[in-house]
């Protein structure tokens, strides 16, 4: 099953690649030689795991980069030069505390929780965080989060091993029925069926 896949897959890439090498000038593979250029994809067939891959880590960046903004106590609709700017700020100050040596903290944890409790700034921020995440992922508990974070995580590790599969049957559908979208496939059939 798995072979007849792969060679099914191939199969689809080579006339892409033929469509591409006979169509230069076609906007879609015009468009697929751009991506493949500037991301360094060599064949055809790594355009799709590079998507996901480019998907994933733009993904990762933004999650970092709102969860900075939140700590810093910024907006999330601040630039993001501007957040870098405040958390150059943060650094330094944090370089040039009397409480640090070489820039590593000397201080220890009984002197953190007791600076946390004195500050509850850093801490009433990691908790809304922490709440907001609680309530996205509609988890009763905190300790439920990490639960349902590799539930989650599986699950997508699922989907990025079906979707290629999916994909692939989809394209041959709509080549093998002669229409463009999708969305167009189950009409098609019921349309051939009713012949």
């Known amino acids: 099953e798995s ?12 006339a892409a690649q033929k469509n591409m090498t006979s169509h230069p000038n076609d906007l879609s593979n015009r468009m697929i030689r751009h991506f493949q250029h500037i991301f360094s994809v060599n064949h055809i067939e790594g355009v ?11 993904n990762e960046m933004k999650n970092l980069l709102k969860t900075v903004k939140s700590i810093l106590g910024l907006p999330l609709n601040s630039a993001t030069n501007l957040c870098f700017k405040e958390l150059q700020k943060v650094c330094d100050a944090a370089a040039s505390h009397p409480h640090t040596q070489n820039g590593m903290n000397s201080k220890t944890e009984t002197e953190r929780d007791s600076e946390r409790t004195t500050n509850p700034t850093i801490m009433t921020k990691w908790n809304a965080i922490l709440m907001e995440i609680q309530s996205l992922l509609q988890c009763k508990t905190e300790d439920d989060i990490v639960v349902q974070c590799t539930e989650l995580i599986s699950r997508c590790k699922e989907y990025d091993a079906v979707f290629p599969r999916v994909h692939n049957l989809i ?20 349309e051939l069926i009713a012949d």
């Open 48 to 58: 799709f795991p590079k998507m996901n891959q480019i998907y994933l880590e733009l």
């Open 3 to 14: 072979e007849e896949y792969l060679l099914s897959s191939k199969e689809c890439f080579e």
């Open 171 to 190: 394209n041959q559908l709509r080549i093998a029925l002669s229409v463009e979208h999708a969305h167009q496939i189950l009409p098609r059939v019921k």
